[in-house]
Structures are given as C-alpha cells and as structure tokens.
C-alpha cells in the first residue's frame, strides 16, 4: 500500500478542504448515475429502526477497531472527553471519507452525511448503548 | 424375616449410592471443552466439543470486545485477554474465575510460554508487555514498548517461542522484539528495527521458527528465521498490490491462528479480496486465490486439507473454504449476520462458526459443509478450544 504515508501531524485545513471537495465530487458523480446522493441535505434524527441500526453498527464494528465501550483500541478513543476539542464537520468527515494514511476507512458506502452526523453529535454527547 | 431384611438392604443401598453420588462430581477430562465470548455480555460460555453443548457460563469478565484466550497445559484454565486489560483465569471444571486482575488501560491478546509458567500479555495502553505467574497471575517482568524519545508503541502480534520466549510486533515503532524470560530477573529484549510500516499482527509457524508479521502501511510481511535471527527479517510477498489502488478495510485481519498446510502458508492480503499463498521453503507466492471479501481469519483444518476464511464487514455473513490441493474455493456459507471466527475441533472433524448478530454458533461437518448443530449464545466472538494448549504460537 504504497499510499499510505504516516500523518502524524494532520494539517487538517488543507485536509479538509480536500475532503470537501472529494465528498462533493463524489455526490455529483453519485447523482449523475441515478444513485442516490450522498450529500442530501443533513435530515433529523433518523428513524427509530436506523438509529437502532446505527447504534449497533458503531457499538459493533467500530468497535472492533475503537473497542465496544468506544475506549479506544486500533484506534483512539471515541468518548466526548476525547473528541471535544475538535470541529464536529471535521469528525463527520473522518467518518464518511476515512482518513487515508491510517487505519481508519472511509464509511461514506454504509452513510450519508446526516447519519455521519447523527453519530457524531451522539458521541460528542456520550455514545448510547444498545438495547437488547 | 431375612427376606425383609434383605429387601430393607437394598434399599439402603441405594440411599448410600445416591449420596456417594452427590458428593463426588462426575469426574471429566477438559480435551474436548472451550471456551466462546458473549462479548457484549462480558461472559464466556464454557463448551463440550463431543456433546455439541454449553456446560455453562462465567460472567464480570469486563470488556471482552477482541477478547482471545490461551489455555493451561493441563487444560482445564482458560485465561482470558479482555481488551479493557483485564487477564482473568477461569477453572474450566468449576465454572469460575479463578482470579482476575485489570492490568493495563487497554490490551490485545496474550501468550502462554513453552513451560506453561508465564502469561505475556500484549498492551496498547501504555504499550508493552507484560509478564505474569500462571498459577497466581502475580507480575513477574514489565517490558515498556519505549522507541524514539519516550514514545511508546501498541504491541500486536504476539506469540510464545520455544525458551520461554515471546516474540511481538510494535504497530507504532515498526518493529519485532523477542523477549527472553528464561531468566526471569534478567528478561532480555532483542529488537529487529525498520521491518516495514504499521506491523498489524503476528504468526509462529508449527515449529516455532518462522514469525511473520503481516503489515498494514504496505504490501508485504515481514519474516524473521527465529533459528538464524542474526540473518535479519526479511519482506516476503513484497508488492502483492501491484500498486493498484487498495480496498478499504473495514477490520483488521487476523494472522494468529495459522494456515499452514503442507509447505503452504495461507495468509490474508490487506485492501484486496485475495488469500496469499507462499511457500514455507523458498517464501516465494505460490498463488493468490480471489475470494468473498476483504479476509480477516484463514484458517487451516488441522489436516490442512481445507483451509476456511471469513471476512470483514460488509461481507461478513460468507464463509469460503479453499480445497489446498486445487487452491480453489470449493464452497461457500453463509451461516449468519456477522461471522466473527471460526474455531475447529483438535483433528478437524467438526468447525464451530460464530455468528454475532444471529445470536448462535453453528457447527458444520467439514468433509460436507452440512450443519450438524446451533447453539444460542449472545453475540459470540472467539471460540478457543483447549487443544490450544498444545500447540506453538497458540
């Protein structure tokens, strides 16, 4: 993987910028081909069953990398006291477009920005649990 | 009269037997238990791989999300790697935990030495190893993976080398180290720099002689001759990629767990839906076989005629099993939402398969894919069997 280089220090203005103008070349070339567009304008909540959804999706496969109780493991830990130093759209597009360079892959295939920022403002908030 | 005292005799008889019998549990052997990880519940159950059946369940085993277990060499205690540091010992027989410590913030896995003695346990937070008594899990050596200045590396890829020795990857520093314990107040570290970027995870050949060390920031494994470790480590499998564009990946594969077969390893490529295949002589790629998704076990029955991989999200309801004569996939599962591991019987005869979101293990007859049983379990993760205990790098 001759891509990936170490970006220990981040540079997140020029980063994001780039990843701004990735996710929305990506939505026009996603609504060019019928498919639905990934930037839709950030909706609610979403639905009862999709929340449950996304809870489980975080709590389970992001935490094999991120640990079950989101303390951390491959990655770094996901609670509020870790993440609230830092922008909410910058988090929502590590999530969506993953940062390239580390381990962490983009999700932008499973969400669309609204449940990338759903999430994201639930664990700025601390993560909910999932209900059996 | 001496009818009656006859008859009374039996039944006293009886009375005494049904006594004896209570007080004396059945006496059991533990080849042919395990152990599987509700990982959610924090509880393992404990299994009997003859009867297809739960024994029962030990539970406050902490964060066991990425849990994995060594065994004792008398098979009957399980120790459990939890990923909140917890390291706990449970009695296979009794259906307790033994003893239980939280010895780091965060760890990944663990080892038990050649002689059954030490624990190792491989720590992200604060990245190191750790050596703990079996018997009473007292910390006999602590082995900080310091590099450059004051920094410290996540361990990964962990195994026991024959000597009291453990050899372990560090994701961080982009090393291998082999720390010897023979003599416990002297541990010596012998470190292997610049083996290539983001080391993920860590296998022991059979023999306990070739380590390899898959890497995650480029293509290739780093293979170190643990009978010549003064040849250095060299890459094998160097450019499997090609220079294509990589697939995401969605979880990180898993080495330990061997697939050797024959003269054959078997190992999971990193951003391609491939398995590798080298040769164990020569460490050349003999093939590449295109499979379901990105793998993350491929695991060789333990004749090593069939080798099956499972793979990460989104395609982790497959199970594929490669023929290792043809190097074909033959067949392809799909047991259930989630397939987290795989785990067979000692001499191959049976695989249990977990399937996390369907809440069940299956078992599948693997000379014809045909499922034999289900167990209800809530979210399964690892299955470890005892036949574990006697094998190098398990």
Not at chain 1, 22 to 47: H, N, R, V, Y
Not at chain 2, 25 to 54: C, F, H, M, W
Not at chain 2, 307 to 314: E, I, S, Y
Request: proline share 6%; hydrophobic share 45%.
């Amino acid at each position: 993987m001759a891509f990936l280089k170490r970006t220990d220090t981040g540079g997140m203005p020029v980063y994001l910028m780039l990843m701004h103008i990735k996710i929305a070349l990506t939505a026009s070339l996603l609504s060019i081909s019928g498919l639905p567009a990934l930037a839709e304008q950030p909706t609610a909540t979403p639905s009862p069953e999709r929340t449950r959804e996304l809870i489980h999706l975080v709590r389970q496969d992001c935490g094999s990398c991120h640990g079950l109780t989101l303390r951390g493991g491959l990655g770094p830990a996901l609670l509020p006291e870790n993440l609230r130093n830092q922008s909410p759209t910058g988090l929502k597009y590590t999530i969506l477009l993953g940062r390239p360079g580390t381990a962490m892959p983009p999700w932008q295939p499973f969400l669309n920005e609204a449940e990338a920022e759903w999430i994201v403002g639930q664990l700025l908030n601390g993560f909910p649990e999932e209900s059996p | 009269m001496i009818l009656k005292a006859l008859r009374y005799g039996w039944l006293l008889a009886a009375f005494w037997s049904m006594l004896a019998g209570a007080a004396e549990p059945a006496l059991q052997g533990t080849g042919d238990l395990g152990i599987i990880i509700e990982r959610s519940a924090g509880r393992v159950a404990i299994v009997d791989t003859s009867r297809n059946a739960i024994l029962g369940r030990v539970g406050n085993l902490g964060d066991l999300s990425h849990a994995s277990a060594v065994f004792s060499r008398d098979q009957r205690y399980a120790y459990l790697f939890g990923r909140d540091g917890g390291l706990s010992k449970v009695d296979l027989l009794r259906k307790v935990v033994e003893k239980r410590i939280v010895q780091s913030g965060n760890s990944i896995g663990g080892a038990i030495s050649q002689n059954g003695r030490l624990i190792a346990v491989a720590n992200y937070k604060p990245g190191g190893l750790k050596i703990f008594a079996a018997d009473s899990l007292d910390l006999l050596a602590d082995l900080p993976a310091a590099y450059g200045d004051g920094k410290r590396s996540k361990v990964v890829g962990i195994a026991d080398l024959p000597g009291q020795r453990f050899i372990y990857s560090l994701f961080d520093a982009d090393q291998i180290w082999i720390a010897d314990l023979s003599d416990l107040k002297a541990p010596r570290v012998e470190k292997f720099p610049d083996i290539g970027r983001a080391p993920y995870d860590g296998l022991v050949t059979p023999d306990g002689r070739y380590y390899l060390a898959g890497l995650f920031g480029e293509d290739g494994i780093a293979m170190l001759d643990t009978w010549q470790p003064q040849a250095g480590v060299q890459r094998i499998l160097a450019n499997y990629g090609r220079g294509e564009q990589p697939l995401p990946v969605y979880k990180m594969p898993h080495l330990r767990g061997w697939a050797v077969a024959g003269h054959q390893v078997y190992l999971p490529a990193i951003g391609r839906h491939e398995v590798l295949v080298a040769d164990t002589v020569n460490w050349r790629e003999t093939a590449r076989i295109p499979v379901r998704g990105q793998p993350v076990f491929v695991i060789a029955r333990p004749d090593g005629r069939q080798v099956w991989v499972n793979f990460a999200f989104p395609n982790n309801g497959f199970v594929q099993i490669i023929d290792t004569l043809t190097r074909q996939v033959i067949h392809t599962l799909e047991p259930g939402k989630a397939v987290l591991h795989l785990e067979f019987t000692p001499r191959g005869e049976a695989v249990w398969v977990s399937a996390r979101d369907d809440n069940k293990v299956l078992i599948y007859d693997t000379a014809r894919f045909a499922k034999i049983a289900e167990l209800s379990l809530e979210n399964p993760s690892g299955i470890f069997f005892t036949a574990r205990a006697q094998r190098i790098g398990f």
